[in-house]
């Protein structure tokens, strides 16, 4: 019996390319010039200069365009029916808005059927697919009841590997009168219906939603159901959230735009990575989040999208790059390996955000010679190309 593998590829001539290793090249972002990478079925084989590239099966000319990891997108919202635009153009033309916000999205969702979900969640990650994002986590979060929530994050989990249980979105509109026992459902039959298909369990720890002891109380259950934790974090004003993270191992605190000095160290002195979601503050007119004191003090930051219908409605990662250079305090080196890197750091994964040997073979090609053309030409289209578990879309 003979065996055949899966032809090799070889992309040539790419300007710059980010490897995200700085074994293989200069500086942080280990770039390399007018470098190649070999494709080995879903797998990177080789990552080094163009005139060294070995002979391959197929060779594709990069012509000159940069080259980098695919974004890695840690925190979205895709599982939901509906949108609200009438809530965001009235915020943005300064008119009172007394709709339900999250809850109308939550009615809307709750009323969907699944085939509708399901094309839902499908489009969104094509539209972030075509501008260059190869790893997207999906929270559930817009059902709050047990047969909704699981729903959604079976629903999630036909699309990515990274689901979210998001049941501590917000308190119930079914329990608004008993928030303490809506606790109880989240942490018991919520959460038994759930785990079993999703990775992660993350709360919305902020005023409004859920307080410091009910946040505990939901990610500890989800710690003990094997679900490692995320949080919703310090996104409206200072709080516990952050602190909590850290103290609970959280992969990742997400949104941290209102950070103590205390807040930052323990960042820093963490593995829990801080996630900037620059959309909602874009959406929002809200205050941006500062990058500069948890790049300073050594925190790990990603960058993410917060792709939802209320208050972040983008599946652009070159649109939050460019956000955080221009109003975040971040170069553009810092940002694109925060949206890529970092994504990956936040989901605790060592085979996507880098361009090595052994990785997955997700990356993509800019109409552009250099990646600080993100940034540079904000709202441009420059993603020309993209391989996707090393098959070119």
């Known amino acids: 019996m003979t065996t055949t593998s899966a032809p090799t590829t070889a992309i040539t001539h790419i300007a710059q390319l980010v490897t995200n290793d700085p074994s293989l090249g200069e500086g942080p972002l280990g770039l390399i010039q007018d470098a190649a990478v070999v494709i080995d079925g879903d797998r990177i084989a080789w990552v080094g200069p163009s005139s060294k590239a070995p002979a391959t099966d197929n060779a594709v000319d990069a012509a000159g365009r940069a080259g980098l990891p695919g974004f890695v997108d840690s925190h979205s919202h895709l599982v939901f029916a509906g949108d609200r635009t009438e809530e965001f153009n009235a915020r943005m033309s300064g008119r009172p808005y007394s709709a339900g916000g999250i809850r109308t999205t939550v ?115 989800g710690q003990a159901k094997g679900l490692v934790p995320r949080v919703h ?113 936040a989901l605790r994964r060592e085979d996507v955000g880098r361009i090595a040997p052994g990785a997955r073979a997700d990356l993509l090609l800019l109409d552009a010679p250099s990646h600080v053309h993100l940034a540079y030409r904000p709202g441009v289209p420059l993603v020309t190309d993209v391989w996707h578990k090393g098959v070119r879309l």
């Open 233 to 345: 974090a310090n996104q409206l004003g200072h709080g516990p959230g952050v602190q909590l993270a850290v103290e609970l191992g959280a992969a990742s605190a997400d949104h941290c735009t209102h950070l103590t000095y205390a807040d930052i160290d323990a960042l820093a002195q963490s593995d829990t990575v801080a996630t900037l979601l620059p959309g909602a503050e874009f959406s929002t007119r809200a205050k941006w989040p500062d990058a500069r004191p948890l790049l300073d003090a050594g925190a790990t930051v990603a960058l993410s999208t917060d792709c939802n219908p209320g208050s972040s409605f983008t599946s652009s990662m070159p649109f939050c790059i460019a956000l955080a250079v221009r109003d975040m305090g971040m170069t553009p080196d810092e940002a694109v390996w925060a949206a890529t890197a970092g994504g990956a750091r």
């Open 107 to 221: 009615a809307a969702t709750r009323a969907a059927a699944d085939d509708a979900l399901h094309a839902n969640v499908a489009r969104y990650l094509a539209e972030g697919l075509r501008q260059g994002t190869t790893t997207q986590e999906i929270k559930s979060g817009y059902g709050l009841t047990v047969e909704d929530e699981a729903r959604a994050v079976r629903i999630a989990a036909a699309h990515t590997d990274e689901v979210t249980f998001l049941g501590a979105h917000i308190v119930s509109p079914d329990y608004a009168d008993d928030p303490a026992g809506y606790v109880e459902l989240v942490t018991g039959p919520m959460l038994d219906a759930c785990a079993p298909h999703a990775r992660w369990v993350d709360v919305f720890c902020e005023r409004g939603a859920f307080d410091g002891d009910q946040a505990r109380a939901i990610l500890t259950a």
